[in-house]
């Protein structure tokens, strides 16, 4: 009998752990909007719980999700910290479906609801092959790499000048007491080695029975990149494509690298050295390579003819076709002085072209676009960017 009842207490104790295990996985964590950067889609988000942080693993993806149970947006956790009781993780935001706002009230639901597991430690991450080919339009793609980058300028008056780093980090020392350096974090990503041609852009146009953009040709311009493009017409492709067009951040990271070199100091912390490019070939403007207004070209360069490859080995960023992106044209990091044209009107247009100065290729430069409409303004051409899978 006593056996029996030793068996009994076993098995209630291992259910009672498994209800409490299970409940803590899959029940909704109350939450708060603590920041949000609108050009990298960066996040911070505040819990109160410090007991539940062993559930917030790096890569973990969670729902953000309102009072309704509407998803807001999906969050993926880069880092997480402790800070007087309260719990803080850091992360990258996809699949926006609302306004988000600092302060705005929700909850984090697991990301998988139908497959309850606990975090394998033992799992190897996944390794990312360099290249890919995209199947819809044979694209070939390059591998963006997750990690800190630097991004804008330090020119004051600018459109493209950003908060220095060594402010913003005595900033994030009086909010959260973290000791590191906060640079932007952007999760890894596939961008085209080169700018979509006429030849791709065709087969979308007869797929799709889309009206040609003015002046498109059909035969004669197979490698060139299109250059007069609506933004419109490039998400349609994009989507067609099943791509999408990159952020600002992700074009010009893509475009001048991370700007940091990392090494492991000799206390065993990563630091890191600031390198920053200014152009896509370095940092001094590369004539030779670039295809800007002073070569007097009529169009834009083949992509065979490009000699412009960047770190990463991408063409066609310094010059050639200018490149729509997602971003809307808004300020900065810290950038306070007032510009007109700042909106969620226009799109930022980025990387010079055959039609423009040299000066337009620095990878900052930045350049509104959308006048007189999204649908209407046939300035410029694009890439597209294409998610890893987690």
Request: hydrophobic share 35%; with cysteine; glycine share 6%.
């Amino acid at each position: 009998m006593r056996k029996n009842n030793l068996i009994i207490k076993y098995i209630l104790f291992f259910f009672l752990l498994f209800q409490t295990i299970y409940s803590e996985t899959i029940k909704d964590k109350p939450a708060e909007l603590f920041s949000f950067d609108h050009h990298s889609n960066t996040a911070k988000i505040l819990l109160h719980e410090t007991s539940i942080k062993s559930l917030f693993q790096k890569k973990s993806r969670w729902n953000m999700v309102d009072s309704k149970r509407n998803v807001l947006a999906v969050f993926q956790v880069i880092e997480t910290h402790t800070l007087n009781n309260n719990f803080y993780l850091t992360g990258f935001l996809s699949e926006i479906n609302s306004t988000l706002y600092v302060g705005l009230k929700l909850s984090l639901s697991i990301k998988k609801d139908k497959t309850i597991s606990l975090p394998d430690r033992f799992k190897p991450q996944k390794k990312r092959h360099p290249y890919s080919i995209n199947e819809k339009d044979q694209s070939h793609m390059i591998l963006v790499a997750e990690g800190p980058f630097i991004f804008g300028s330090d020119i004051l008056g600018t459109v493209h000048y950003t908060v220095g780093i060594q402010r913003a980090r005595d900033e994030v020392m009086q909010l959260t007491g973290s000791k590191r350096i906060k640079y932007i974090i952007l999760p890894d990503f596939y961008i085209d080695k080169n700018e979509i041609t006429h030849g791709q852009y065709g087969i979308f146009l007869r797929e799709t029975g889309t009206e040609p953009p003015p002046n498109f040709s059909w035969d004669t311009h197979y490698e060139i990149p299109v250059s007069n493009v609506s933004y419109n017409n490039a998400e349609e492709y994009c989507k067609w494509a099943d791509k999408r067009l990159p952020t600002e951040l992700e074009w010009e990271k893509s475009a001048r690298g991370s700007g940091l070199h990392s090494y492991i100091s000799s206390e065993n912390e990563r630091e890191y050295i600031e390198n920053i490019n200014i152009y896509p070939t370095g940092l001094e403007f590369d004539s030779e390579k670039c295809v800007t207004l002073e070569k007097e070209m009529l169009n834009p360069v083949k992509i065979s003819e490009l000699k412009d490859h960047n770190v990463y080995g991408i063409t066609g960023m310094c010059g050639n076709a200018a490149e729509w992106t997602s971003s809307w044209f808004l300020p900065y990091r810290g950038n306070s002085i007032p510009n007109d044209l700042y909106g969620k009107r226009f799109k930022v247009i980025k990387g010079g072209a055959y039609n423009l100065p040299f000066n337009f290729t620095k990878s900052y430069e930045r350049i509104p676009g959308g006048m007189p409409s999204l649908d209407n303004d046939y300035k410029a051409g694009f890439r597209c960017v294409k998610q890893t899978e987690i």
